[in-house]
């Protein structure tokens, strides 16, 4: 019905067509078929520009089509960003027309699935042997997952997220979803250990070099870093225990159970030679392997992994003898540990066939001398036996004697002391002799105190002799070459010698070699016999005289013994009497200098009293008022006047100085002699009613003594100048 309906329609459409095209004219004919072709050509252009706009140009997917912007972005980032939408996504022109229309008059929100990619699409590029395109058609991966006939799409893997075509690292679990990885720090993706870009391999199953990927440093070319991740992990390289074997023998990461996981701590499955209850019967803290040996420790470390259990055996700040010997299994066999003494021989055969040959026999024990853990023995070892010959300046015995040679390998004394012993046999000294002739082997230190034994009359002399270096040979005879060469030189090493003084010849000419060296009593005498000898402390020269300095300074030297005379006379007026010299006579010092030498005139004076110059003056006191030493002879006197005032207080107000009379009370108290009962003739005598020295005013008893006639005038009177004025 619809066909015949079709059928009818053409036929009148041709029928009007001809029919309208016979009707028109020539000229109109041309202007029609002109538009005609005109049109069809812009047909024909606006159609290839839409088909090429929609098929070719990417522009219609990613900019014109708002639904798909994300989808641009993401593909303008991919590594697909050369590569056209058709190339991959294929559809029919119908499909192309659809979406159009459901766009333009629906306005979706999103766009439903079109143009899914097809496994084919990816294979035409990466699996056309095209050097432009990664070749994957000979990995493990794609050949397990692509060419084993399986229903997997590429996209499966390579679009979780659209246009980004680098797997998820949990990608793997889509499929796998019933594997694990159980074991700590395997946070790696599962191409990390299984490479699925590893060429020729038709399997995925991990390699024993997979594992040292993260383990052994090493990063192979067909692992990049943008498909699997590494982590910083410890290495185990071929160097370490269980290095060159496959990783699968011991650790099974899959394994839930963890004894099951790491077999590797079941070494009896792969060393069952060596019988378990052979160790525990040596030691039973060695029955575990794991103590001693260190899955993937260095092969170095397990001949020093001892150490960890036994710490006391490693050095510190020394090497003992033990780690001298670069690793414990050499005394110690592995899983026997036990070492025994003899086992020495095994390796110093030479030093025991040496040791051997000499006595006594507890030389020929080595653990008498070494001990396996403690530093290697020093000469000081010996002491443990010989400890008689012990506290010397030798303190190691080795620097004399060869350990392993006895007395046989005694060393000379010149290897160490050349110098020492080229003097004593080509110098000055009369000592050509053994070294032993002096010093004793085992106490070589010590031996100026040995020279008595040849010298023994300057030893005697020397022994009394002070100070206590001159008890000692070797303050002046230097060891090894023994003679002075001059006595002047020799002194003056430790005696700075002055310069200037009045004895400049040979030290010798004062004091005697190898005895007490100060000079005698008469030892001046010796040459100053015209000198007088005073007695007492001056008698001996040195009490005045510094030997070593001039004459001329001895005076000045008084003030070493007599400090406080001098320093009182040095406030002596005049000059002379700050030397003691211008009172004391040199050389006779108990023979004094009269005063009178020089105070004539007041010697003179005073000579006509009771008084003499030693009464009033002490000559090394300073120079205060005489009249304070008053006192001392007129105690009573002076105590009277105490309190008078300061004129009456001081003696020297009425008595004059080298004359002592008493000076008239008219010079101070000439207004009294008119005045009141002083006028009277009897009165006129100041002494007769006033005691010059006494305190206070006559009273009645003293007026009676001249006026006794008058006792018993008004006699309850207390004094008389109460009503008898004298002002």
């Given at each position: 019905m619809v066909r015949r309906l079709i059928d009818w329609v053409e036929t009148k459409w041709r029928r009007g067509v001809a029919n309208r095209w016979a009707a028109m004219a020539p000229s109109r004919r041309k202007t029609v078929a002109w538009t005609a072709a005109v049109a069809s050509l812009l047909l024909i252009v606006g159609g290839w520009r839409l088909h090429h706009y929609v098929r070719v140009d990417e522009r219609f997917c990613t900019s014109s089509c708002h639904l798909m912007t994300l989808v641009g972005q993401n593909w303008q980032t991919s590594a697909h960003k050369k590569v056209?939408?058709?190339?991959?996504?294929?559809?029919?022109?119908?499909?192309?027309?659809?979406?159009?229309?459901?766009?333009?008059?629906?306005?979706?929100?999103?766009?439903?699935?079109?143009?899914?990619?097809?496994?084919?699409?990816?294979?035409?590029?990466?699996?056309?042997?095209?050097?432009?395109?990664?070749?994957?058609?000979?990995?493990?991966?794609?050949?397990?997952?692509?060419?084993?006939?399986?229903?997997?799409?590429?996209?499966?893997?390579?679009?979780?997220?659209?246009?980004?075509?680098?797997?998820?690292?949990?990608?793997?679990?889509?499929?796998?979803?019933?594997?694990?990885?159980?074991?700590?720090?395997?946070?790696?993706?599962?191409?990390?250990?299984?490479?699925?870009?590893?060429?020729?391999?038709?399997?995925?199953k991990p390699r024993p070099d997979d594992c040292q990927r993260c383990h052994g440093g090493s990063k192979p070319l067909e692992r990049p870093s943008r498909f699997a991740v590494t982590r910083p992990a410890e290495p185990v390289t071929p160097a370490m225990i269980h290095g060159e074997l496959p990783c699968k023998l011991c650790h099974k990461p899959h394994v839930k159970d963890a004894a099951k996981r790491r077999t590797g701590k079941d070494c009896t499955r792969c060393h069952n030679v060596i019988p378990p209850n052979q160790i525990a019967n040596v030691n039973p803290a060695h029955d575990q392997c794991g103590l001693c040996h260190k899955a993937h420790s260095?092969?170095?470390?397990?001949?020093?992994?001892?150490?960890?259990?036994?710490?006391?055996?490693?050095?510190?700040?020394?090497?003992?003898?033990?780690?001298?010997?670069?690793?414990?299994?050499?005394?110690?066999?592995?899983?026997?540990?036990?070492?025994?003494?003899?086992?020495?021989?095994t390796c110093h055969q030479k030093r025991y066939e040496e040791i051997k040959q000499w006595g006594p026999a507890a030389h020929a024990a080595c653990g008498n001398c070494h001990s396996a853990h403690e530093p290697p023995p020093t000469g000081a070892v010996c002491n443990n036996c010989h400890s008689k010959h012990e506290g010397h300046r030798h303190k190691d015995c080795t620097t004399c004697h060869n350990p392993h040679k006895g007395r046989q390998g005694l060393q000379p004394c010149q290897n160490c002391h050349a110098g020492q012993s080229q003097a004593i046999t080509t110098g000055p000294a009369a000592h050509k002799a053994e070294c032993t002739s002096c010093h004793a082997p085992h106490a070589p230190s010590g031996a100026s105190a040995r020279c008595g034994g040849c010298h023994a009359q300057q030893g005697k002399l020397a022994s009394s002799a002070r100070p206590a270096q001159h008890q000692q040979c070797s303050s002046c005879h230097k060891p090894h070459a023994f003679s002075v060469p001059g006595i002047q030189e020799t002194c003056a090493s430790c005696h700075k010698l002055p310069s200037g003084g009045a004895h400049q010849g040979p030290c010798q000419k004062c004091h005697k070699p190898h005895g007490p060296p100060g000079v005698g009593s008469g030892g001046c005498a010796n040459c100053h016999n015209n000198v007088p000898r005073d007695s007492g402390k001056h008698r001996e020269c040195s009490s005045c005289h510094a030997p070593h300095t001039a004459a001329a300074q001895a005076a000045r030297q008084c003030n070493q013994c007599h400090s406080g005379q001098t320093a009182a006379s040095q406030a002596w007026k005049p000059a002379q009497h700050k030397g003691c010299p211008g009172c004391?006579?040199?050389?006779?010092?108990?023979?004094?200098?009269?005063?009178?030498?020089c105070h004539a005139a007041q010697a003179g004076a005073v000579t006509k009293t009771k008084h003499t110059c030693m009464s009033c003056h002490n000559p090394h006191q300073a120079p205060v008022a005489w009249w304070s030493t008053c006192q001392s002879c007129h105690k009573a006197e002076t105590a009277q006047v105490q309190g008078r005032g300061a004129t009456h207080s001081s003696c020297q107000a009425c008595h004059k100085p080298h004359k002592f009379s008493r000076q008239s009370c008219q010079a101070c108290h000439n207004q009294m002699q008119d005045l009141g009962a002083h006028?009277?003739?009897?009165?006129?005598?100041?002494?007769?009613?006033?005691?010059?020295?006494?305190?206070?005013?006559?009273?009645?008893?003293?007026?009676?003594?001249?006026?006794?006639?008058?006792?018993?005038?008004?006699?309850?009177?207390?004094?008389?100048?109460?009503?008898?004025?004298?002002?």
């Open positions: 056209r939408c058709d190339d991959c996504h294929k559809m029919s022109y119908a499909e192309d027309l659809r979406l159009i229309w459901v766009t333009v008059t629906r306005n979706p929100t999103k766009v439903g699935k079109h143009a899914a990619v097809d496994r084919s699409r990816c294979e035409s590029c990466h699996m056309s042997s095209d050097p432009r395109w990664i070749q994957v058609s000979d990995t493990a991966g794609h050949r397990v997952h692509v060419l084993s006939n399986t229903r997997i799409q590429c996209v499966d893997c390579h679009a979780s997220t659209i246009h980004q075509l680098v797997p998820d690292k949990d990608i793997c679990k889509k499929c796998h979803d019933k594997i694990e990885v159980f074991d700590h720090g395997m946070e790696v993706w599962c191409v990390s250990c299984h490479s699925f870009l590893a060429p020729g391999m038709t399997s995925l260095s092969k170095v470390e397990l001949a020093q992994s001892c150490a960890r259990c036994h710490e006391l055996a490693r050095p510190h700040v020394i090497n003992t003898t033990a780690t001298l010997h670069g690793s414990c299994a050499t005394c110690h066999k592995p899983h026997l540990f036990k070492a025994a003494p003899t086992d020495c021989i004391h006579r040199q050389h006779n010092v108990s023979v004094k200098t009269p005063c009178s030498s006028a009277n003739k009897g009165h006129k005598i100041c002494g007769s009613c006033h005691n010059t020295h006494a305190r206070g005013l006559p009273d009645r008893n003293r007026c009676l003594t001249c006026h006794k006639d008058r006792a018993n005038h008004n006699p309850d009177a207390k004094t008389c100048w109460s009503c008898h004025l004298f002002k």
